[in-house]
T-cell receptor
Framework: NAGVMQNPRHLVRRRGQEARLRCSPMKGHSHVYWYRQLPEEGLKFMVYLQKENIIDESGMPKERFSAEFPKEGPSILRIQQVVRGDSAAYFC??????????????FGEGSRLTVL | QQQVKQSPQSLIVQKGGISIINCAYENTAFDYFPWYQQFPGKGPALLIAIRPDVSEKKEGRFTISFNKSAKQFSLHIMDSQPGDSATYFCAASKTGGGGADGLTFGKGTHLIIQP
């Protein structure tokens, strides 16, 4: 039973380029969460999605960042026109229910974005 | 506004000792309090979790103590081992009713167990 799969594990972009991070949730999970982790910081909530719906994007920057979770395929976190401050580890998590029942989230191993 | 405050930021414990990490929360609507363990280069993994209807939960060498009135909870690692060296995050969420389901994390504690 594969866990949460994220790719790429490492991504290097130059300022102004686009970064696309992918997340396949655990089998049977239909709820996906994206978190950002800066060095020496905790994980900051960005967005919560269910299939084809954004449920809560209160942690997403208003510009350049977007997320989707299509009916088919992985969830994608997209960062346009990256800047050095976007360099971080981006973690995806999934849950079986809405999280309202169990609260348990399963995390992937993260995608580490470096902006040159 | 930091809703979950974690301390200490770093901790060094001798092998066999007790590691204690503390967290305090502000939002009284939180009703789920997990602890996650993260090794370098890996994602966080759920270690143990508690709900406010109990004051303590124990799983092996790991124990969560919960004080609802003080809005505090702590992780105790008994007989700490070098393999426990990792970063530990406390978190909280609201699992009933409306609102975000995402976990709110503390800033983490770097734990080092010295042989």
């Amino acid at each position: 039973n594969a866990g949460v799969m994220q790719n790429p594990r490492h991504l290097v972009r130059r300022r102004g380029q686009e970064a696309r991070l992918r997340c396949s949730p655990m089998k049977g999970h239909s709820h996906v969460y994206w978190y950002r982790q800066l060095p020496e910081e905790g994980l900051k909530f960005m967005v919560y999605l269910q299939k084809e719906n954004i449920i809560d994007e209160s942690g997403m920057p208003k510009e350049r960042f977007s997320a989707e979770f299509p009916k088919e395929g992985p969830s994608i976190l997209r960062i346009q026109q990256v800047v050095r401050g976007d360099s971080a580890a981006y973690f995806c998590a999934s849950s079986r229910t809405s999280g309202r029942n169990t609260g348990e989230l399963f995390f992937g191993e993260g995608s580490r974005l470096t902006v040159l | 506004q930091q809703q979950v405050k974690q301390s200490p930021q770093s901790l060094i414990v001798q092998k066999g000792g007790i590691s204690i990490i503390n967290c305090a929360y502000e939002n009284t609507a939180f009703d789920y309090f997990p602890w996650y363990q993260q090794f370098p280069g890996k994602g966080p993994a759920l270690l143990i979790a508690i709900r406010p209807d109990v004051s303590e939960k124990k799983e092996g060498r790991f124990t969560i103590s919960f004080n609802k009135s003080a809005k505090q909870f702590s992780l105790h690692i008994m007989d700490s081992q070098p393999g426990d060296s990792a970063t530990y995050f406390c978190a909280a969420s609201k699992t009933g009713g409306g609102g975000a389901d995402g976990l709110t994390f503390g800033k983490g504690t770097h734990l080092i167990i010295q042989p």
